[in-house]
């Protein structure tokens, strides 16, 4: 049977906080994206 590595505490913190900051960096990403997509829309309804 394998056995699950111990982490100490202060790895875990720092796993947690790297998640973190990765969700705030993709939440970026996706608005951007989402910002990016409703702009070229605009632009073509008004050429339209």
Known sequence: ???PEIV???DTA???RRRR???WAM???LLALAALFYAIT???MLKA
Do not use: G, T, Y
């Open 27 to 29: 939440l970026v990403v």
């Open 42 to 44: 605009m632009v073509k």
């Open 8 to 10: 100490p505490r202060s």
């Open 14 to 16: 720092e796993i947690a």
């Open 21 to 23: 900051v990765r969700n």
């Open 1 to 3: 049977m394998i056995r």
